[in-house]
């Protein structure tokens, strides 16, 4: 463990140049002076390492100083080639690149390892879209790719809900979710979330820009996610399922599946249960969908436009049916040939 710890430690000064004790202290889960033992003991194997210390101090390599070290294990070969499942980096642009790189990765392995991590590609599939979807295939996502990289803005006609809009962007990132790309971007001060697949043209400006200071992708695209729940999920139900809605009840979303599915059966295996809704109308029509295993208990204005929406569909059938039924039918004889 100790001699992983120091070889990955000559790694992050590699990479990053100077860091400090403490820092690689929080990343190893170690103390500080478990940290200043193994850069002592890199230092002893002839590595030369060079160390600051006091306030803003800290460890770098001599400058121009490169290991050569090439070794993988047969766990990390795996990792790597797993990490670049064919999808989310061919949308980029980035097939070629990675196919060529898994090539040079193979090749550098010995025979036995390089087979093993071959067969890992054959035996874990990626797929991140969701059932009753298809693939979204925006049209401009490899040139919202090169901006983000590239840190330049681009100027787009956007489709949004309200209609069509035309906006200056600064591309901050991009997220894959549930098989749909969203942009992440500066816009006016503000950092707001963009539907790739909604762009309806782009041009890339000149110059370039500088994200916001210490703007963490990850970390914003979870507290977008925390807030859009938040103002999403504004009313609670009470509602009784049966268990022949218990293998649909993903449809009303995760925080409503969950809540069914933690409550108690009674003897005829119905569940009691609040879950959170958007608004009444777009709650009836999830629930209705559900048929007759779930019943509304609370509040009454949904069980009633449950009730009223029910109804219309009963009057729609009713009426075509009748219509069907006094319908004239072609008559059976025919007229005498003349």
Same mark, same amino acid.
Request: glycine share 10%; no cysteine.
């Given at each position: 463990m100790r001699a992983s710890r120091v070889l990955s430690i000559l790694m992050i000064l590699q990479a990053r140049g100077r860091v400090t004790a403490e820092a690689m202290a929080a990343e190893f889960e170690v103390s500080?002076?478990?940290?200043?033992?193994?850069? +002592?003991?890199?230092?002893?194997?002839?590595?030369?390492?060079?160390?600051?210390?006091? @306030?803003?101090?800290?460890?770098?390599?001599?400058?121009?100083?490169?290991?050569?070290?090439?070794?993988?294990? @047969? +766990?990390? !070969?795996?990792?790597?080639?797993?990490?670049?499942?064919?999808?989310?980096?061919? +949308?980029?642009?980035?097939?070629?690149?990675?196919?060529?790189?898994?090539?040079?990765l193979l090749a550098a392995l010995p025979q036995g390892q390089a087979s093993r991590a071959a067969a890992s590609r054959q035996r874990v599939l990626l797929d991140p879209l969701d059932w009753y979807r298809r693939v979204e295939q925006p049209r401009f996502l490899t040139d919202v790719a090169r901006a983000v990289w590239n840190q330049t803005p681009i100027a787009v006609r956007y489709e949004s809900w309200t209609?069509?809009?035309?906006?200056?962007?600064?591309?901050?990132?991009?997220?894959?979710?549930?098989?749909?790309?969203?942009?992440?971007?500066?816009?006016? !001060?503000?950092v707001r979330t963009y539907r790739v697949g909604r762009i309806?043209?782009?041009?890339?400006?000149?110059?370039?820009?500088?994200?916001?200071?210490?703007?963490?992708?990850?970390?914003?695209?979870?507290?977008?996610?925390?807030?859009? +729940?938040?103002?999403?999920?504004?009313?609670?139900?009470?509602?009784?399922?049966?268990?022949?809605?218990?293998?649909?009840?993903?449809?009303?979303?995760?925080?409503?599946?969950?809540?069914?599915? !933690?409550?108690r059966p009674d003897r005829e295996g119905v569940r009691t249960a609040t879950i959170p809704i958007e608004s009444l109308e777009h709650a009836a029509i999830e629930l209705l969908g559900l048929g007759p295993h779930l019943e509304v208990v609370a509040p009454p204005e949904l069980a009633q436009r449950v009730?009223?929406? !029910?109804?219309?569909?009963?009057?729609?059938?009713?009426?075509?049916?009748?219509?069907?039924?006094?319908?004239?039918? @072609?008559?059976?004889?025919?007229s005498p040939a003349t």
């Open positions: 500080v002076r478990t940290i200043y033992r193994d850069v +002592d003991e890199l230092s002893a194997s002839g590595v030369p390492v060079h160390a600051d210390r006091g @306030p803003g101090g800290g460890f770098q390599l001599r400058e121009g100083y490169r290991t050569q070290l090439t070794g993988l294990t @047969p +766990d990390e !070969a795996q990792t790597l080639l797993l990490a670049g499942v064919p999808g989310a980096l061919t +949308d980029l642009g980035f097939g070629s690149a990675l196919a060529s790189a898994e090539r040079k209609g069509r809009r035309a906006r200056t962007l600064e591309p901050l990132g991009l997220v894959l979710k549930g098989g749909v790309w969203y942009l992440v971007a500066r816009v006016e !001060a503000a309806t043209s782009l041009k890339t400006l000149e110059g370039a820009f500088e994200p916001p200071a210490r703007f963490n992708l990850a970390k914003h695209w979870a507290a977008e996610l925390a807030r859009f +729940d938040r103002e999403r999920l504004r009313g609670q139900a009470t509602v009784r399922v049966g268990e022949g809605a218990l293998t649909r009840i993903e449809r009303l979303g995760a925080d409503a599946a969950e809540a069914v599915r !933690a409550s009730r009223e929406l !029910a109804l219309a569909v009963t009057r729609l059938y009713d009426a075509r049916r009748s219509a069907r039924s006094t319908k004239p039918r @072609p008559s059976s004889t025919t």
